[in-house]
């Protein structure tokens, strides 16, 4: 029984993650709704490994997802507050980390960023934005050194064109997945 509760919270956290990457490469949105139900999955589930005597991914403590749940939000925050992702990927990485725990989450994340680099250069090529893409990064770097040097602050102002928007979700199905397979820690 104990193997079947882990099995069943992997499974869940698979569709859920899988899910999120076809939201996300159809509309490149993240529902709030799959949010919500992964983290009231994420909840219900480790209190039923609690309940039967089981380790949960989470860890062993009661509050173990809300942790998990705070550093998968912290842990991409600040890529949102730069706007190189959406606020449906923190969502998602803080939903990963109710259901993994602080140091798997963390492990995920770093996963996360590394997919991400490489799904942005694979996303770049194939969609010939490259231009574009670097054009921007110059602009942002210029603007920001400006900016800092004049002493006004360093503000990143939105672009006026955009090279294209990345699908997080699936750089996140996928460091998610890494870790999971492959912890750097372990707890």
Do not use: E
């Not at 173990?64 to 507050?81: H, I, V």
């Not at 990927?89 to 803080?94: C, E, R, S, T």
Request: aromatic share 6%; charged share 5%.
């Amino acid at each position: 029984m104990l193997l079947s509760i882990v099995i069943m919270v992997h499974a869940l956290l698979t569709v859920l993650l899988l899910a999120a990457v076809v939201a996300d490469l159809h509309s490149r949105r993240i529902p709030n709704a799959l949010v919500l139900v992964g983290l009231t999955l994420a909840f219900i589930t480790h209190l039923i490994a609690l309940a039967a005597g089981s380790a949960p991914l989470a860890g062993r403590a009661w509050w173990a997802p809300f942790t998990g749940l705070l550093t998968g939000l912290a842990s991409l925050l600040p890529l949102y507050l730069l706007r190189a992702t959406g606020a449906g990927d923190v969502k998602l990485m803080a939903m990963v980390g109710a259901f993994i725990g602080v140091q798997p989450v963390l492990t995920a994340t770093l996963y996360t960023l590394l997919a991400g680099g490489l799904l942005s250069l694979v996303f770049m090529l194939g969609r010939g934005v490259a231009a574009q893409t670097l054009a921007n990064v110059r602009f942002l770097l210029t603007d920001w050194a400006l900016r800092a040097s004049s002493g006004q602050g360093a503000r990143l102002a939105p672009l006026q064109t955009t090279a294209a928007r990345l699908p997080y979700a699936v750089a996140i199905a996928l460091g998610t997945g890494a870790a999971l397979l492959w912890p750097l820690a372990t707890p």
